[in-house]
């Protein structure tokens, strides 16, 4: 069996590695991404709450303390849910990071494994191409000792 042919196993393994880390990639991209619009939301919410506490629509609109309090509240409970959608963006982040640094690494492994089989077909070849001509000179020595 050809070199090449037994690294197709390896190289086959390593592609699977590849994939796998992609699709986490792809998988972080699209749980970073709905966290950020969840953020959005959220800041959405709490500009809209805030008009409703200035008075909103209605100038000259009167609350009592009870109502600005619990808007208050609320308004605050917004905050602290943003700074914790934020966290948790930035942890995403980070494992994203890991994700993609590992991707690249498993990438260049499969492509170091590509160019490993590459080389042994090239190496391959040649010696096919060199044991080719060996027989052809044979050959040829023979046929030329017989018409002598």
Excluded: C
């Amino acid at each position: 069996m050809s070199r090449e042919k037994r690294l197709q196993p390896v190289l086959k393994l390593a592609q699977g590695k590849v994939d796998e880390a992609a699709r986490a990639l792809g998988y972080l991209n699209s749980k970073i991404a709905a966290e950020q619009a969840t953020h959005g939301q959220l800041k959405n919410y709490e500009t809209e709450y805030l008009q409703l506490m200035r008075g909103g629509d209605e100038p000259g609109r009167k609350m009592d303390v009870q109502a600005v309090m619990r808007y208050q509240l609320f308004v605050q409970r917004l905050e602290a849910a943003q700074i914790q959608q934020n966290e948790q963006i930035k942890l995403l982040e980070e494992q994203k990071a890991q994700v993609t640094e590992h991707w690249i690494k498993t990438q260049a492994r499969a492509k170091a494994i590509g160019s490993v089989m590459e080389a042994a077909r090239q190496e391959e070849a040649v010696i096919a191409n060199r044991q080719e001509q060996k027989l052809f000179d044979e050959f040829n020595s023979l046929s030329a000792s017989r018409r002598n």
